[in-house]
Structures are given as C-alpha cells and as structure tokens.
C-alpha cells in the first residue's frame, strides 16, 4: 500500500538556500531508489520560513529502506546540523 511520508522543517532565510540545495542532493539520490513514487516541495505562505516535503512511495518497507541507507542519512546529518534540529517524519497511507 502507498505510503505518503510528511517533513515539516522550520528555517531562517539565511540558511534557506543551503536547506534547499541539500534537500535537492537528498531528492537526485531519493529518486533512484526502489519504490519510490514522487516527492515534492512546498513553502508555506502564512509562515515563510516552514517548507513541507511529501514524499510518496510504493510501501512502508520502501520508505523504511530509504529511511534507514547511509546515502540518505549522510545528507540528512547536514540537515539537522544547519537546522539544530532532528527531523521528525509523519508516515501516511490511503485509507478510503
């Protein structure tokens, strides 16, 4: 079953740019991964400095996969450390 995977991430305008080209390495490796489906990014308008990532992917296992390589987490390492934060991630499926 699809899952939709949500990163909420808060950050200052000097360091938005630095955010936006890591999420984009993140994003060129992301995209080769098996079950991956589609990704996007998203500012909010009311808050400008939230952006919001929804990730698809084919399953749970697919994202835990994703989640758990050393390709991802070493990206995600530099995230953090610029944001001084721990990413949390919210995991999604379609219910009808």
Same mark, same amino acid.
């Given at each position: 079953?699809?899952?939709?995977?949500? +990163?909420?991430?808060?950050?200052? &305008?000097?360091? &938005?740019?630095?955010?936006?080209?890591?999420?984009?390495?993140?994003? &060129?490796?992301?995209?080769?991964?098996?079950?991956?489906?589609?990704?996007?990014?998203?500012?909010?308008? &009311?808050?400008?400095?939230?952006?919001?990532?929804?990730?698809?992917?084919?399953?749970?296992?697919?994202?835990?996969?994703?989640?758990?390589?050393?390709?991802?987490? !070493? +990206?995600?390492?530099?995230?953090? !450390?610029?944001?001084?934060?721990? !990413?949390?991630?919210?995991?999604?499926?379609?219910?009808?």
């Amino acid at each position: 079953m699809t899952v939709k995977i949500m +990163i909420r991430r808060k950050v200052s &305008a000097d360091k &938005a740019v630095k955010l936006k080209d890591l999420i984009m390495q993140l994003r &060129a490796i992301c995209i080769k991964q098996p079950g991956y489906v589609s990704g996007e990014s998203l500012k909010s308008v &009311a808050r400008p400095d939230e952006y919001l990532v929804i990730s698809t992917w084919e399953s749970d296992n697919a994202w835990k996969a994703w989640l758990g390589s050393k390709e991802r987490s !070493t +990206i995600q390492d530099q995230i953090d !450390t610029l944001l001084g934060v721990k !990413t949390e991630y919210e995991v999604y499926e379609y219910r009808p």
